[in-house]
């Protein structure tokens, strides 16, 4: 299969064209040799079941749209292998609100009434495409128009006529809408449809424009976030996102009109003290990229861990020693998984090198004392009585210093 891998391109809808009632023959390949000569194809692909049996249709897109509207004169209604191909211009699912020729409905629906017409009215102009069995126009408590109604025919031909005739015309002063009457949940369906796809295709500008801003002070509104953030480029929105409550959850997004202004604001703002609070600015991702980034980051991590300490942090740093000063940012180096920070002015290699250490000798089981230490200890204690004696006698103006010595020095020395 042929297929384009910027999204961007493929959701445009330039020279994107649908093929239909093509033989169980046709294959990618010879799909894309059919129409190869009518320009450079972008993607190419027949649609195929679960068991890989064409469903008798594919798409193509071309890069230009000249290319493939030269394929719809060209092919549109051939013959390709013993069967009659269509070839048009492919519309979204969404966009495709009015069913196919083949459907049969009875029931119209209208709108843009001004208040004077009548169900008098309505079935007269609608009377000329077949038998009307119902005419109803809404009306509020007070019998005022709301500016619809259905119209109900007898013959499915009589209201597609009618639909055809009526839609566009102008009615009072205001232009007729009509359209096939729809329930409740299909009309719901089609406009969440609807909504989806104008809000991917809005994702999908600003993927590079929209910045997100995290670490802002609670204090913070959207305003001080724009008049902040302004200086930067010109921004088309800028929310701070909060809970059920109205409170700041700390963290919010701002959409510039281009992807250099966002850029500009990441290289500004990021880091900026911003009400006594340090700043986070980054592009915005999208909730799966931004998860699947972080499994990357993680498993690089593990990966660096459980092998050699080379795969966290390479060789060739030297052992460093502190000295005070203002970390200085050094750019990170290819191939970390852990960038180093800044190394402070004045730091240098310490030189240290680690003392070589004696075997491990193991200690002596304490053993008891035996008895003539018992003794001695005896002994010691009774010339510590007999020196607090002496010193008492010095204090008593009784000298006898000779004695003192002879008794520290017995203590101390063993003498």
């Known amino acids: 299969m042929w297929s384009q891998r910027d999204a961007d391109a493929r959701n445009s809808g330039v020279g994107n064209l649908f093929v239909k009632n093509l033989s169980d023959s046709i294959d990618n390949a010879k799909l894309h040799k059919i129409f190869q000569k009518f320009g450079t194809i972008l993607s190419c692909k027949v649609a195929a079941d679960h068991d890989g049996k064409s469903k008798g249709y594919g798409f193509v897109q071309f890069d230009k749209q000249e290319s493939a509207d ?98 566009g015309v102008q009615l009072g002063s205001k232009t007729l809408y009509v359209a096939r009457a729809q329930k409740k949940a299909e009309r719901q369906q089609i406009l969440r449809h609807l909504y989806e796809e104008k809000r991917n295709e809005q994702i999908r500008k600003n993927v590079a424009s929209n910045v997100y801003v995290k670490n802002i002070d609670d204090v913070v509104d959207d305003n001080a976030l724009r008049e902040r953030f302004s200086q930067c480029g010109n921004i088309t929105s800028a929310k701070i996102m909060r809970n059920d409550k109205g409170i700041s959850k ?63 942090l390479p060789a060739g740093y030297p052992p460093f020693y502190y000295a005070p000063g203002i970390v200085a940012q050094i750019p990170p180096r290819q191939g970390l998984v852990y960038q180093p920070f800044g190394l402070r002015p004045g730091w240098g290699p310490s030189g240290f090198v680690p003392p070589s250490r004696p075997a491990f000798q193991p200690m002596p089981l304490p053993v008891k004392k035996a008895a003539s230490e018992e003794g001695l200890g005896i002994r010691k204690i009774k010339k510590l009585i007999h020196v607090k004696r002496l010193l008492q006698s010095v204090e008593e103006d009784k000298w006898d210093c000779q004695g003192v010595i002879a008794c520290w020095q017995e203590l101390i020395f063993g003498m």
């Open 70 to 167: 030269s394929a719809i004169e060209k092919l549109n209604g051939s013959t390709v292998e013993g069967k009659q191909i269509y070839v048009g211009k492919f519309i979204k699912k969404s966009e495709r609100v009015v069913l196919s020729p083949e459907a049969k409905y009875t029931n119209l629906y209208m709108k843009n009434l001004d208040q004077d017409i009548t169900e008098e009215l309505i079935e007269l102009k609608f009377s000329e495409f077949g038998k009307i069995s119902n005419v109803m126009i809404a009306k509020d408590d007070n019998g005022n128009s709301r500016g619809f109604g259905f119209v109900n025919f007898e013959s499915p031909d009589s209201a597609k006529r009618a639909m055809e005739a009526m839609n």
């Open 250 to 312: 700390g963290f919010g997004f701002v959409c510039f009109s281009s992807p250099e202004e966002a850029n500009n604001a990441v290289n500004t703002l990021h880091g900026y003290m911003f009400y006594g609070k340090p700043l986070f600015v980054a592009i915005a991702q999208k909730k799966d990229e931004r998860q699947a980034q972080l499994q990357l980051q993680y498993a690089q991590r593990m990966a660096g861990l459980a092998g050699s300490p080379t795969a966290v």
